[in-house]
């Protein structure tokens, strides 16, 4: 049978040939969509484990922190009480931790009325919300950089006894110091024990502790052997953090649920810091995150450079919580047309500090080389 001649009617003509179907209509899927972003989770619950103040006038706030208790005596009837000598005349040490406020955080962008008048779906909600999420992301990462910091904390004389960090040293490598085998779960959960033993030692109020692990370490501590708390043979026995018949906490092997460990509530977080973000690149978001030295530092595992898995955090109402904020302006936003430029305007923008203030409230699991 002879081929058919048939016309192209959704093809235009070029003088020399048909370009396939450059005619034919598109049309609006009806949705827009966009990659999943990285979630705020330490920002987001600011007010369960940081203390703010809101600035009035005034560019910095103090925290005044009281040191060890006085230490009692017996007394001797008609010798005069407290009475000291030389350096010694205050028996309450006391300091203070004074927070500043950074400069404005601010995220903004133009759209051209011209865009806005041949687009045919929305845009000014969906970029507004980048914008704010992306200055949410920038005090998460800063919140979780300081958590670490505060955990390697040194004490200081009659105030305080430092941070809490339990660090496995012997390679930098993360699937070294924590494979995704028993033998890795078996790691973490040693290491959150001992973490969890040291908030105890120190008196930590068992209540409103708070837990951030990476969505590895959450992998990592699938592979706890049979989850029935049955005896290993690569690594000493250890009860299964699954086993329904030691715990009716929520935690799912089959949802991937961690809810509870060690009387951690559990929160899967990317915000971690891992790289070296002691002078970043001008121009990216870690040099938004650290941009001045309190927010910097070398997290990469090398050498004696803590990388963490874990930051653990207590809640606000223990009354020593571990971060301290303080705000000269909350999130804002505003959109508005600039006529002068023909482009509808969008910011978001805060300006706020951040710092440690009860490095004792602070706490960490980490690797290091050494």
């Not at 600011?46 to 208790?69: C, E, H, V, Y």
């Not at 979780?144 to 040293?169: C, D, E, F, Y």
């Not at 899967?268 to 810091?273: G, I, K």
């Not at 653990?312 to 571990?322: F, I, K, R, V």
Request: with cysteine.
């Amino acid at each position: 049978m002879a081929n058919t001649n048939f016309e192209r009617a959704l093809s235009a003509w070029s003088g020399s040939a048909h370009t396939a179907d450059n005619m034919a209509l598109t049309v609006f899927s009806g949705t827009v969509v966009e990659a999943f972003q990285t979630a705020s989770v330490f920002y987001d619950r600011s007010s369960t484990f940081i203390s703010t103040k809101q600035l009035n006038g005034a560019i910095s706030a103090q925290w005044p922190r009281m040191g060890d208790d006085p230490i009692a005596s017996y007394h001797t009837p008609g010798v005069e009480l407290n009475v000291l000598s030389g350096s010694a005349v205050s028996r309450i040490k006391s300091d203070q931790v004074v927070i500043t406020c950074d400069e404005i955080l601010a995220n903004a962008i133009d759209v051209p009325f011209r865009e806005l008048a041949l687009l045919h779906y929305e845009v000014l909600g969906p970029y507004a919300t980048k914008l704010g999420r992306n200055i949410a992301r920038i005090l998460d990462r800063k919140i979780a950089i300081l958590a670490m910091k505060g955990s390697v904390a040194p004490s200081v004389a009659n105030i305080h006894q430092g941070g809490m960090n339990v660090n496995r040293t012997g390679s930098n490598v993360l699937t070294t110091a924590f494979p995704t085998s028993p033998a890795g779960a078996y790691n973490f959960r040693t290491n959150l024990n001992s973490l969890a033993q040291t908030f105890d030692e120190r008196s930590v109020p068992a209540e409103g502790r708070f837990l951030f692990i990476t969505p590895y370490i959450k992998s990592v501590l699938r592979f706890e052997a049979n989850f029935d708390g049955s005896a290993l043979t690569s690594v000493p026995t250890m009860a299964s953090t699954y086993n329904r018949d030691l715990s009716n906490q929520p935690n799912d092997v089959n949802d991937r649920i961690v809810g509870r460990l060690e009387g951690f509530n559990v929160i899967v977080t990317n915000n971690l810091p891992s790289t070296d973000l002691s002078a970043p690149s001008a121009g990216t978001e870690d040099a938004a995150v650290a941009n001045v030295a309190k927010y910097q530092g070398v997290f990469t595992g090398a050498s004696t450079n803590k990388r963490p898995v874990a930051v653990a955090l207590c809640s606000a109402d223990t009354g020593s919580p571990g971060i301290g904020m303080v705000q000269a302006m909350g999130m804002t936003s505003h959109i508005s047309p600039d006529e002068r430029r023909n482009t509808q305007f969008l910011k978001a923008q805060i300006m706020c500090g951040l710092d440690v203030i009860c490095p004792w409230s602070c706490g960490s699991i980490s690797f290091s080389a050494s």
